[in-house]
């Protein structure tokens, strides 16, 4: 069981596109607020498309430390695993690719769960879900995908216990779930709507909260500060995947992007939407920001 958050807590889910897409987090959300409508604890998205735990590191300052959070959710493990290897012919150097990616991932986090933890911050990790590998869909699958993901999890256990702090199996529970359910979009990584639906369902019971029935869009009163955190998620995803520099000038960011759109023929469509996208919300992000603190103060907390 997991503990629920107390009266006041300031709680940053830190972690990939599964957290950027901010479905669990509008769900937790609307649950505490039916059930505790006066705790005044604010949820607050950290997640960065194309995330990873070392990835996570450069950004603790700007985007996680600036909330002063008490609490931290973390899910890492599905991009660290350099899946997409497997889709390569099997040879040394794969393996030892893959076997470094893992070996920065045990690294990563570790260091990520000390440094939060130094600053006095309550962390709890998630497991990443299982790699949908025996599914069919409109994408092949990596053969050998859900065996991958499965080692990242083991080791999101181990130091779980290592540094006794609480875990939710989402892998565990997903690897159940699937047979019974269809959970996936049609990548074999992302969870449909029913799959987020899913996961919040169970993270929210391992804290003896009900969920409720499944909601197909977030209640009214978070709609606006769901579309504001949407563009957060844009900015930090272009920063990540493009930019690739954190501490560069606004000026060599911009340019940076403007380069890449220049010279993008071959690249995949959401990249590209990603870099355009920078390009229009990058310049609002301090107004961004502040929007969805104060949306979240009205709305939630109804002052």
Known sequence: M??????GA?????????????TVQWMTVDCYKRNFPDSNIEFINCGVAGGAAWAALQYLEDDVFIHNPTHAVIGFGVND???????????????????????????????????????GIKVTLCTPPPYDEFHESSEPAFVGGYALILAYADEVRKIAEEKNLPVCDYFTFFAREMQMDTLYCGDHVHP????Y????????????????????TPPEYLREWCKKVGEKVEIYGGELMIVQNYTASLEDKIKKV???????ENEIPRKIEIANNYLRLKPQQEQILKDIKELYIKNVFNK
């Open 258 to 264: 403007e380069y890449y759109l220049e010279h993008c």
């Open 192 to 195: 449909n709507h029913h799959g």
């Open 197 to 216: 639906y899913t996961m919040a369902k169970y993270f929210l019971a391992q804290q003896g909260l009900e969920l409720g029935e499944e909601k197909a």
């Open 81 to 119: 695993s350099s899946r997409w290897d497997l889709s390569r012919p099997r040879s040394f150097e794969r393996y030892d690719r893959m076997v470094s990616a893992f070996e920065r991932f045990k690294k990563c986090m570790r260091e990520l769960c000390d440094i939060l933890i130094a600053r």
């Open 2 to 7: 997991l503990e629920r958050f107390p009266y």
């Open 10 to 22: 300031r709680v940053c889910f830190i972690g990939d596109s599964l957290t950027a897409q901010n």
